[in-house]
């Protein structure tokens, strides 16, 4: 009924065949492949990963890739590129925005349902003056989309967890209010959500209710655990930097309560990918650590999948 996965990006030392057989090997039905342009990586962690070069793809790259597909019987849930297409510098929004137009139509070649990405936000800016950006810049975008018959999924991270991203973080989706806003802005259908419940928790939020609300939005699903240290919460407060008092977590290590994630899930009738997000610090020690961590949260959650 739910085709479970996993991101790519964890990975990153692997070539897509080889990503496409530990998937297929470990009883995966799906992948989200990072495409990050080959010369204009993200030095953060997990970004930078390119599992297809979308800049450089050819009729019979796209053909292997397919093939690939049959041989391991894995299906790619979405493609995947996380920038900041808002970002201060134009030039470096412009890129990331022409980037993403060149993943929908690579998406579209490989019969691929979803591009999954960020809004994008200037961080110094307010959300009203934020959202004016996004009207500007975004329709060229689901044009594209919507020219080529494929789902843009954006995921719902604040991106501020450090100084770096201060005061205001680098993504605007980040809300159920501003999701609002952003489909009131482009109502088109195929405009949606890659939710991620984890960042609502630490946002001290329902993670649960939006899957009611915006069924019809959800394009795809990012599994990842979030823990919040209340000790240290009570200490800096909700207005510190978000790493001082949350971290990742391997789904069922940390607070989201996924039993009634899936209850939800399955209410409104969800039938898309659910891929697990491996960010937790614990499992990066070696390639070992990176292969348990996705294999002890397909585990987990297998509880509520059935036969997946």
Same mark, same amino acid.
Not at 178 to 202: A, C, R, T
């Given at each position: 009924?739910?085709?479970?996965?996993?991101?790519?990006?964890?990975?990153?030392?692997?070539?897509?065949?080889?990503?496409?057989?530990?998937?297929?090997?470990?009883?995966?039905?799906?992948?989200?492949?990072?495409?990050?342009?080959?010369?204009?990586?993200?030095?953060?962690?997990?970004?930078?990963?390119?599992?297809?070069?979308? +800049? !450089? *793809?050819?009729?019979?790259? @796209? &053909?292997?890739?397919?093939? #690939?597909?049959?041989?391991?019987? $894995?299906?790619?849930?979405?493609?995947?590129?996380?920038?900041?297409?808002?970002?201060?510098?134009?030039?470096?929004?412009?890129?990331?925005?022409?980037?993403?137009?060149?993943?929908?139509?690579?998406? +579209? !070649? *490989?019969?691929?349902?979803? @591009? &999954?990405?960020?809004?994008? #936000?200037?961080?110094?800016?307010? $959300?009203?003056?934020?959202?004016?950006?996004?009207?500007?810049?975004?329709?060229?975008?689901?044009?594209?989309?919507?020219?080529?018959?494929?789902?843009?999924?954006?995921?719902?991270?604040?991106?501020?967890?450090?100084?770096?991203?201060?005061?205001?973080?680098?993504?605007?989706?980040?809300?159920?209010?501003?999701?609002?806003?952003?489909?009131?802005?482009?109502?088109?259908?195929?405009?949606?959500?890659?939710?991620?419940?984890?960042?609502?928790?630490?946002?001290?939020?329902?993670?649960?209710?939006?899957?009611?609300?915006?069924?019809?939005?959800?394009?795809?699903?990012?599994?990842?655990?979030?823990?919040?240290?209340?000790?240290?919460?009570?200490?800096?407060?909700?207005?510190?930097?978000?790493?001082?008092?949350?971290?990742?977590?391997?789904?069922?290590?940390?607070?989201?309560?996924?039993?009634?994630?899936?209850?939800?899930?399955?209410?409104?009738?969800?039938?898309?990918?659910?891929?697990?997000?491996?960010?937790?610090?614990?499992?990066?020690?070696?390639?070992?650590?990176?292969?348990?961590?996705?294999?002890?949260?397909?585990?987990?959650?297998?509880?509520?999948?059935?036969?997946?």
């Amino acid at each position: 009924m739910l085709d479970l996965g996993f991101v790519s990006a964890i990975l990153a030392d692997y070539n897509l065949e080889n990503v496409l057989k530990f998937a297929s090997q470990h009883g995966f039905r799906c992948v989200e492949v990072m495409c990050w342009p080959k010369d204009n990586s993200d030095s953060r962690r997990y970004a930078g990963v390119s599992h297809i070069d979308v +800049a !450089a *793809l050819t009729t019979d790259e @796209v &053909n292997d890739i397919r093939h #690939r597909l049959k041989e391991y019987r $894995v299906n790619i849930s979405g493609l995947g590129y996380y920038p900041n297409p808002l970002d201060p510098d134009p030039e470096k929004a412009e890129f990331y925005r022409e980037h993403i137009k060149k993943i929908i139509k690579a998406a +579209a !070649a *490989l019969k691929v349902p979803v @591009v &999954n990405t960020f809004i994008g #936000r200037n961080p110094k800016l307010s $959300v009203t003056e934020n959202l004016k950006l996004f009207a500007e810049h975004w329709p060229a975008i689901v044009r594209v989309a919507e020219e080529y018959n494929v789902k843009i999924g954006i995921e719902n991270c604040p991106m501020w967890f450090t100084d770096d991203e201060w005061p205001g973080g680098k993504n605007l989706a980040t809300t159920p209010a501003i999701w609002d806003k952003l489909f009131e802005i482009i109502p088109s259908p195929i405009f949606g959500l890659n939710y991620d419940p984890s960042h609502l928790v630490w946002q001290m939020m329902d993670e649960v209710r939006p899957i009611y609300d915006y069924k019809d939005r959800l394009h795809h699903i990012h599994l990842k655990d979030v823990k919040v240290y209340r000790d240290k919460l009570n200490r800096v407060g909700i207005m510190a930097n978000p790493l001082e008092y949350h971290s990742p977590k391997l789904p069922g290590l940390g607070d989201v309560n996924w039993r009634g994630f899936f209850a939800a899930l399955t209410d409104v009738r969800y039938r898309g990918p659910v891929v697990i997000e491996v960010e937790d610090k614990a499992y990066e020690g070696n390639l070992q650590d990176v292969q348990a961590a996705i294999l002890t949260s397909r585990n987990y959650l297998r509880q509520f999948l059935g036969g997946a």
